[in-house]
């Protein structure tokens, strides 16, 4: 990891401002603080930062730019920072006793990469490896954001919501395995990352290789194809190299066993 650049100092402002514009009155570098806010409000999702706390939190924040296939960090090395993507795209996972690469998750810009670890003061549980040109990564060093959750306790609020919601998400990944078998996981996948193209309709482009993302779902390669094949059976999907179609949103929903509204749906008694 090279390249890390120092932020100056804003004056706090109490809102947000125009999209593209510069905070009243900031000098010409300051701009550089700007996409660290953009990406932390994305971060923060769906809860709401305010501008003064995004530039508190961006002024702590050190930027590095990582090449494509270099690890941004990795596991088991020590960790003492918060770590948001700001631009580009990573692979988060770990490589196996025969040093094959295992994908956990894909994380996009606007994520968080590690928000946990270094509030155990332990090392990383994974490697995050930059996955497309050149990636742009911050780090806030813990220390300082524990100082700014003394100052500003909406914040450490903030990250007690993205934590909770990492942990619940864990969860549901963890009964998925249990109660979905791979064409339900597929489904509920494809729902959570299908974009509206107007009418209800859904699609999505595959931005990532097969054997990827078959390893997020826990999954081979080829029971991932069977499952796409299956949904698209049945009538579900559409699928045309790289892009997939959902053709009907309802009931891909009921056959992945997620709810009306992406909620985890019970079994009856």
Not at 21 to 43: D, M, N, Q, T
Not at 175 to 186: E, F, I, K, N, T
Request: glycine share 8%.
């Amino acid at each position: 990891m090279t390249n890390p650049l120092e932020h100056p100092l804003v004056a706090d402002e109490t809102s947000w401002p125009q999209a593209g514009a510069a905070p009243a009155g900031s000098a010409s570098k300051e701009i550089h603080l700007a996409p660290v806010c953009e990406a932390l409000r994305s971060a923060f999702q769906p809860g709401t930062i305010k501008w003064q706390h995004a530039m508190a939190l961006a002024k702590v924040a050190v930027r590095y730019h990582i090449l494509s296939g270099a690890p941004i960090f990795r596991r088991e090395a020590r960790c003492d920072a918060l770590w948001l993507l700001g631009r580009g795209r990573a692979c988060v996972g770990i490589r196996d006793t025969q040093r094959r690469w295992l994908q956990c998750r894909s994380v996009h810009a606007g994520q968080w990469l590690d928000v946990a670890s270094a509030w155990l003061g332990d090392s990383f549980l994974e490697t995050a490896i930059a996955e497309t040109g050149v990636v742009i990564a911050y780090e806030f060093p813990v220390s300082d954001v524990q100082q700014l959750c003394r100052k500003s306790p909406a914040i450490a609020e903030l990250l007690m919501s993205v934590l909770a919601n990492r942990v619940r998400s864990s969860t549901e990944s963890a009964h998925d395995l249990v109660a979905r078998d791979v064409p339900g996981r597929v489904a509920k996948w494809l729902l959570a990352n299908a974009g509206r193209t107007g009418n209800d309709a859904l699609e999505l482009v595959m931005d990532r290789r097969k054997r990827a993302l078959a390893a997020e779902l826990n999954t081979s390669p080829e029971t991932l194809s069977r499952a796409l094949g299956r949904l698209r059976h049945l009538g579900l999907i559409a699928v045309d190299g790289y892009r997939i179609d959902i053709l009907d949103p309802h009931a891909l929903r009921t056959f992945s066993g997620w709810g009306p509204r992406g909620e985890s749906a019970e079994p009856a008694a």
